[in-house]
């Protein structure tokens, strides 16, 4: 998790640049007409900028940073926070177009504010689950330095089932650890000693680096992760315990799974769809299951979600009886609770091992997009906004 190259000593964004007369955001404004200051609280927010279209990468400069005044009130039932950390993910792609395909999310809207994954500490609240220094996070988190937010919509968290690491709750003890988790259980049907062998397709990013960790804690006898760069197959085999890794940037990925997987592949973790996955599929035995968690190299593209499979993939898939089952984990919110804590249990014992990819600062969160979806990151993309966790 070290410092990118070229940045500030300074970890995170919040306070580099000057203002007149300011402590944390907050601006003093005189009212000439009265003999009173009144405060005025400015933030930065990131807003959509622009859409990428349904057939288009997505760049920083689909997104803008810009500065607003916060209300100096909140009202009840509200609750005021200051963001610590928030996340970019793969699905946000969809979000960018003016249809997402899905009735369970709603695309951003042009100059709004964007929001995803966040964390927080409360500083003022008037909503009774919430008291100030408490920690919460959300889903819908709006990418804004301080926010108010309807304490509703908010869930508090224990730092200690982290150990103090706030931004793990969005990562592997967070949705993607869930993702991961129940879908492994779900639609993954391993059973301990039975020699199953799991290929994890984009095993380095969020996902994929924790799904083959937990599909040898449940009992898969071999675990091998695809991936695009040396450095990752690397991270795969000597620190998260995967058997294998295949660089599909090099060499013919067929002939290395092949030789990876002498019996064949019996669960298959697809985070990428394309033409990696029909490879994979191509090699799955009689009766075996595909997980199907993301689909990233179909994002930029105006197809259905899943996409379908080549007829020669799919023809495939139907003689060997190989089940392909969308997967939705926000189906699943009865098993969140001791899915959390089973992730908690596995990382405080050291079974389970978290990699993130910190890039700080909110005027960073359009480049830190990018990055994630094109292969930049190792293990979850993080932005650091704040570290400060006193109020």
């Not at 190989?322 to 089973?342: A, P």
Request: charged share 20%.
């Amino acid at each position: 998790m070290g410092e990118e190259p070229g940045r500030s000593p300074h970890r995170c964004g919040w306070g580099r640049r000057r203002r007149p007369k300011h402590s944390k955001g907050v601006i003093l404004y005189r009212n000439l007409l009265r003999p009173l200051c009144i405060e005025v609280m400015i933030v930065q927010r990131v807003v959509l900028n622009s859409r990428p279209g349904k057939n288009g990468n997505p760049v920083a400069e689909n997104f803008r940073v810009e500065e607003v005044n916060l209300s100096d009130s909140i009202n009840e039932g509200q609750v005021q926070v200051r963001t610590l950390y928030l996340s970019v993910d793969p699905y946000m792609r969809c979000r960018m177009n003016e249809d997402t395909g899905t009735d369970y999310i709603r695309p951003w809207e042009l100059s709004q504010v964007v929001d995803g994954g966040g964390i927080g500490i409360v500083e003022e609240s008037k909503h009774i689950n919430f008291t100030k220094g408490d920690f919460v996070t959300s889903f819908y988190w709006p990418w804004q330095t301080r926010v108010i937010l309807d304490g509703n919509s908010l869930e508090k968290v224990d730092p200690q089932l982290v150990d103090g690491h706030l931004s793990y709750f969005l990562g592997a003890i967070g949705m993607p650890g869930l993702t991961s988790l129940i879908g492994i259980q779900e639609k993954g049907h391993i059973t301990a000693g039975s020699n199953q062998t799991m290929v994890v397709s984009g095993a380095a990013g969020a996902c994929g680096s924790l799904a083959g960790q937990i599909g040898h804690l449940m009992g898969c006898s071999r675990v091998v992760g695809i991936c695009g760069t040396q450095e990752k197959c690397l991270f795969l085999t000597s620190e998260l315990g995967f058997d294998a890794a295949v660089n599909y940037k090099k060499g013919n990925v067929a002939e290395q799974l092949r030789e990876l997987c002498p019996a064949g592949v019996d669960v298959y973790f697809d985070n990428v769809g394309g033409d990696i996955s029909d490879t994979v599929i191509s090699q799955m035995n009689r009766n075996s299951h595909i997980i199907l968690c993301g689909q990233i190299s179909q994002y930029n593209k105006d197809v259905p979600y899943p996409p379908p499979l080549p007829p020669a993939v799919e023809a495939i898939q139907k003689e060997r009886n190989i089940t392909r089952e969308r997967f939705l984990v926000l189906n699943y919110k009865d098993k969140f609770e001791s899915g959390i804590l089973q992730l908690s249990q596995w990382f405080k014992e050291g079974k389970l091992k978290i990699r993130e990819t910190v890039t700080n600062g909110l005027e960073n969160m359009g480049a830190a997009f990018q990055s994630m979806m094109t292969g930049g990151n190792i293990g979850k993309q993080i932005v650091c906004i704040s570290e400060e966790t006193s109020v």
